[in-house]
């Protein structure tokens, strides 16, 4: 099992830049694929990007393609996700997402917010 925990998130103007890093707990981590979710007020949980455990292959959402950056350091236990160009449409719940098999995984952390203001 591991444990996730979100940083990073809070109020930005649009066009701006936020980091958003998840620390993991526990030995296994390495074993596991990562990824984001996130969650806007009255809104479905939405995929947004995915790395593999070797960090070698990712996968984005449409909507955050070029803007956003998955990124992982198994040395460190820690998933980052890099976003640029923000949009008031990016504002929601951003969680960290962990484990393997298929989409979702099973590991979740409790989330950090992101809010865009236009």
């Known amino acids: 099992q591991v444990q996730l925990v979100e940083s990073g998130g809070g109020l930005v103007q649009a066009g701006g830049s936020l980091r958003l890093s998840c620390a993991a707990s526990g030995p296994t981590f390495i074993r596991y694929d990562t990824a984001w979710y996130r969650q806007a007020p009255g809104k479905e949980r939405e995929f947004v990007a995915a790395i593999k455990r070797s960090g070698g292959s990712t996968d984005y959402a449409d909507s955050v393609k070029g803007r956003f950056t998955i990124s992982r350091d198994n040395a460190k236990n820690t998933v980052a996700l890099q976003m640029n160009s923000l949009k008031p449409e990016d504002t929601a719940v951003y969680h960290c997402?962990?484990?393997?098999?298929?989409?979702?995984?099973?590991?979740w952390g409790q989330g950090t917010q992101v809010t865009v203001s236009s």
């Open positions: 997402n962990a484990g393997l098999g298929s989409f979702p995984y099973a590991y």
